[in-house]
T-cell receptor, first 110, second 113 residues
Framework: GESVGLHLPTLSVQEGDNSIINCAYSNSASDYFIWYKQESGKGPQFIIDIRSNMDKRQGQRVTVLLNKTVKHLSLQIAATQPGDSAVYFCAENAGNMLTFGGGTRLMVKP | EAGVVQSPRYKIIEKKQPVAFWCNPISGHNTLYWYLQNLGQGPELLIRYENEEAVDDSQLPKDRFSAERLKGVDSTLKIQPAELGDSAVYLC???????????FGPGTRLTVL
């Protein structure tokens, strides 16, 4: 069936380095993609989104790239900080329904 | 602005017992969602409300799960009877409308013994 998934379950980076979290999706009908950050004991928190008619969107320290040809989504975090440690989920929206991937844990080493 | 409020934050019950979770969405948000999140996995939609109407409940196990949003604001999710496999985090989210950004509450962590 259609699914959203992540390549790496855990990513460990040095503080100050850039982080890249990847996600593959399979539902070509999805028109909107979102990255969420979830810290322990909290609900998912919106980070950044991108519509399917775009291939790049930048926020504060974060950039989302969308490659519709290979159905790939990535989240880039610049100058990763300890506060970025969390689980990151990509999600796709189709027909007002959000489908989440399995999550990647980002660990930031001091 | 207050966020989505959920209670209780934690609940431990024995199997076959009933349990209920409560959610108060962000003021003015017409759309309310209940999600189930298993450990290490992304949230999975159980039910979506537009005001007081359940518009998508296809993933809700209706033999034991029920939900209501009587006045189109607060919502309650109930499980009766609970099973061991129901142990998970139950998340509530709200948005201004379907397709708008969803804001999540902290969730209720349910442990069924």
């Amino acid at each position: 069936g259609e699914s959203v998934g992540l390549h790496l379950p855990t990513l460990s980076v040095q503080e100050g380095d850039n982080s890249i979290i990847n996600c593959a999706y399979s539902n070509s009908a999805s028109d909107y993609f979102i990255w969420y950050k979830q810290e322990s004991g909290k609900g998912p928190q919106f980070i950044i989104d991108i519509r399917s008619n775009m291939d790049k969107r930048q926020g504060q320290r974060v950039t989302v790239l969308l490659n519709k040809t290979v159905k790939h989504l990535s989240l880039q975090i610049a100058a990763t900080q300890p506060g970025d440690s969390a689980v990151y989920f990509c999600a796709e929206n189709a027909g007002n329904m959000l489908t989440f991937g399995g999550g990647t844990r980002l660990m930031v080493k001091p | 602005e207050a966020g989505v409020v959920q209670s209780p934050r934690y609940k431990i019950i024995e199997k076959k017992q009933p349990v209920a979770f409560w959610c108060n969405p962000i003021s003015g948000h017409n759309t309310l969602y209940w999600y189930l999140q298993n450990l290490g996995q992304g949230p999975e939609l159980l039910i979506r409300y537009e005001n007081e109407e359940a518009v998508d409940d296809s993933q809700l196990p209706k033999d034991r799960f029920s939900a209501e949003r009587l006045k189109g604001v607060d919502s309650t999710l109930k499980i009766q009877p609970a099973e061991l496999g129901d142990s998970a985090v139950y998340l509530c989210a709200s948005s201004r409308g379907g397709g708008s950004e969803q804001f999540f509450g902290p969730g209720t962590r349910l442990t069924v013994l």
